[in-house]
T-cell receptor, first 113, second 110 residues
Framework: DAGITQSPRHKVTETGTPVTLRCHQT?????MYWYRQDPGHGLRLIHY???????DKGEVSDGYSVSRSKTEDFLLTLESATSSQTSVYFC????????????FGPGTRLTVT | SQQGEEDPQALSIQEGENATMNCSYK?????LQWYRQNSGRGLVHLIL???NEREKHSGRLRVTLDTSKKSSSLLITASRAADTASYFC??????????WGAGTKLIIKP
């Protein structure tokens, strides 16, 4: 987990409220990713970034938006949280594109009630 | 969509035994990676094997890749209690992003 932090680590929120998760890296890696992990599904890519202000959608992007205004920070926003977004969210970084080795943060456990 | 699928879903062995888990995938790849996840933690990269490689070693880990069968195996020799974790394979898709399997949960009994 060295060099990558996520905040908050745990959050409980109510349906319909906006939520922002933050990923911060000190490695100066170009690529950053947001995944969600649910039982039986492994990791699923939500959004990724290939540079400042450069982002793209992943497999499960509906209901999520991202922003990257600085190399070190990648924000994931749930505009209006739903119970189906209860999950563990992981941020990852890599030097090169997604096929390269990725380094993961410790995760954020989000519960939407 | 899941590219990689691990088998078995769960594996329980005695400490000191070898553990083998398998990964199958559907489309052609540039490389395949294995990661470990301890309970409640983020994933940790173990090994990357490229499509033109057949076998790779790292300490007690041995990974094989058979592109004709679209499958890979991860062997952990002389298992230890600290190897208890979930193990995931990941392959790159056409957009050079990683596609993940659902993982194998490995339990090492003392």
């Amino acid at each position: 987990d060295a060099g990558i932090t996520q905040s908050p680590r745990h959050k409980v929120t109510e349906t319909g409220t906006p939520v922002t998760l933050r990923c911060h890296q000190t490695e100066n890696h170009r690529y950053m990713y947001w995944y969600r992990q649910d039982p039986g599904h492994g990791l699923r890519l939500i959004h990724y970034s290939y540079g400042v202000k450069d982002t793209d959608k992943g497999e499960v992007s509906d209901g999520y938006s991202v922003s990257r205004s600085k190399t070190e920070d990648f924000l994931l926003t749930l505009e209006s949280a739903t119970s189906s977004q209860t999950s563990v969210y992981f941020c990852a970084i890599s030097r090169g594109s997604g096929g390269n080795e990725q380094y993961f943060g410790p995760g954020t456990r989000l519960t939407v009630t | 969509s899941q590219q990689g699928e691990e088998d078995p879903q769960a594996l329980s062995i005695q400490e000191g035994e070898n553990a083998t888990m398998n990964c199958s995938y559907k489309t052609s790849i540039n490389n395949l990676q294995w990661y470990r996840q301890n309970s409640g933690r983020g994933l940790v990269h173990l090994i990357l094997i490229r499509s033109n490689e057949r076998e790779k070693h790292s300490g007690r880990l041995r990974v094989t890749l058979d592109t004709s069968k679209k499958s890979s195996s991860l062997l952990i020799t002389a298992s230890r209690a600290a190897d208890t974790a979930s193990y995931f394979c990941a392959t790159d898709d056409s957009n050079y992003q990683l596609i993940w399997g659902a993982g194998t949960k490995l339990i090492i009994k003392p």
